[in-house]
């Protein structure tokens, strides 16, 4: 089971929106609705930020969404803060192996 | 609100047994409908989810680990533990306990803080 395919990096203004991709396939992100996005800042634990690709925790701000097609599944921030600087990670059931992660996107905003 | 905290030897030599343990505080590890998993992540690099166990002690494995894992649970103490044998130094790492829901959905929150096991002589 590989790890899902996410960008190294991405990056944005204050103010701006950001998309970060998640591409797997049809026996992981295309299979399932359970995708789910961590949030890492650096010598942190991950935070669940969406789960079942589209729903956010209690206390995640509204800023955070999810969605999917087809075999990959995306996290959107809107109104980037500087806060949001961080390792995004998706996550994904899979019926090999239950889950796998994204390989991870560093979000830097400028 | 449920907390999590791992435990163990920060050092392991090479060829031994890896033991860390994770303490549930704030409500009890048999209530609810969770599965409790060990997730680890090497400096710098992804996170790898290990396994799982069940409070009934049902325990579900990454097939590319599972010959070296033993994941089990002691409910009377609200802690679940980790073992991995035979380790080397690509099994340093951060070492993650988490919650994870055990109907349908999976994700994993909250997590413990880590802690960082390094294998070495």
């Known amino acids: 089971q590989s790890a899902l395919t996410q960008p190294a990096s991405v990056s944005g203004s204050p103010g701006q929106s950001i998309t970060i991709s998640c591409t797997g396939t049809s026996s992981d992100v295309g299979g399932y609705n359970y995708v789910s996005w961590y949030q890492q800042h650096p010598g942190k634990a991950p935070k669940l930020m969406i789960y079942?690709?589209?729903n956010r925790p209690s206390g995640v701000s509204n800023r955070f969404s999810g969605s999917k097609s087809g075999n990959t599944a995306s996290l959107t921030i809107s109104g980037l803060q500087a806060e949001d600087e961080a390792v995004y990670y998706c996550?994904?059931?899979?019926?090999?192996?239950?889950?796998?992660f994204g390989t991870g996107t560093k979000v830097t905003v400028l | 609100q449920v907390q999590l905290q791992e435990s163990g030897p920060g050092l392991v030599e090479p060829s031994q047994t890896l033991s860390l343990t994770c303490t549930v505080s704030?409500?009890?590890?048999?209530?609810?409908?969770?599965?409790w998993s060990w997730i680890r992540q090497p400096a710098g690099k992804g996170l790898e989810w290990i396994g799982r166990i069940y409070t009934s002690g049902s325990t579900n494995y990454n097939p590319s680990l599972k010959s070296r894992v033993t994941i089990s649970v002691d409910t009377s103490k609200n802690q679940f533990s980790l073992k991995l044998s035979s380790v080397t130094a690509a099994d340093t790492a951060v070492y993650y306990c988490?919650?994870?829901?055990?109907?349908?959905?999976?994700?994993?929150?909250?997590w413990g803080q880590g802690t960082l096991v390094t294998v070495s002589s």
């Open positions: 988490a919650r994870s829901w055990g109907g349908n959905s999976y994700w994993f929150d909250p």
């Open positions: 704030g409500g009890s590890i048999s209530s609810g409908h969770y599965y």
């Open positions: 079942d690709v589209s």
């Open positions: 996550n994904s059931y899979t019926s090999s192996i239950f889950y796998v």
